[in-house]
């Protein structure tokens, strides 16, 4: 049986909502564009990285832009984001999931953020969490989005942890590949069926205990 070393936590969708703000921002931006974005849509964009995102929504909408106009239009929905995530307080960190946390440093397990979002720096102070984290790998340091392992390898071996020891909670599908291509155990948040690669997976952070850490 391993005992589990080090936890590794995607940022939106498993410590905040945050996919809300991100989808307002793109509708904002495709209703600019001339069409329109449905929160089915959205789902598509959970765990992608900004530019990707921004092809999808483009896709979605059949509009064509040149590479100029792409970045124009990424930093215009960033800063709008940033504009909903800057009002963010620590009433919006998901259930138990402050209580797990100072579990796991109770009981001597390391913690990492691994996130895609470029802004992950900024939610984590606005809702005070910044502290929890041993180390922060983010979307401005990793040059491989998810399913790549890299936001994820990365973390573990800041921590000084084999992968092999590390268990990465997330609610994205490429995300929890992304943990199984980096050698790691996974849980999934959210929907068991959506997430059945992981090793299991919990609704939400209050169903979480540390005796559940052994695989
Ligand atoms: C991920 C989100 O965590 O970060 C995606 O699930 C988002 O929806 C991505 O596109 C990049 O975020 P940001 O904040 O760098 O635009
Ligand atoms: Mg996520």
């Not at 059949?62 to 960033?78: G, H, I």
């Not at 990492?112 to 900024?122: D, Q």
Request: one cysteine or more.
């Amino acid at each position: 049986m391993v005992q589990i070393k080090a936890c590794l936590f995607d940022l939106d969708g498993v410590i905040v909502d945050t996919a809300k703000y991100h989808y307002i921002a793109w509708k904002e931006l495709a209703n600019e564009l001339g069409f329109d974005f449905t929160e089915e849509d959205n789902e598509r964009l959970k765990g992608v990285s900004r530019m990707r995102s921004l092809d999808i929504l483009l896709e979605i909408g059949n509009k064509t832009l040149t590479e100029e106009e792409k970045l124009q239009y990424a930093e215009k929905k960033n800063t709008n984001y940033v504009s909903y995530i800057k009002k963010m307080q620590e009433d919006e960190i998901l259930p138990g999931v402050k209580k797990f946390l100072t579990d796991l440093r109770n009981n001597g397990i390391k913690i990492a953020l691994g996130s895609a979002s470029k802004n992950a720096p900024l939610i984590l102070n606005q809702i005070g969490l910044t502290s929890y984290f041993d180390e922060i790998v983010d979307g401005n340091s990793v040059s491989n989005a998810k399913p790549d392992p890299e936001v994820f390898t990365k973390g573990a071996s800041l921590l000084g942890v084999e992968p092999k020891d590390c268990v990465v909670f997330e609610d994205a599908v490429a995300g929890i590949e992304a943990a199984i291509a980096g050698g790691m155990y996974s849980i999934g948040v959210g929907d068991a069926e959506t997430l059945s690669e992981a090793n299991f997976v919990i609704k939400g952070f209050e169903e979480m205990t540390i005796d559940r850490l052994q695989f």
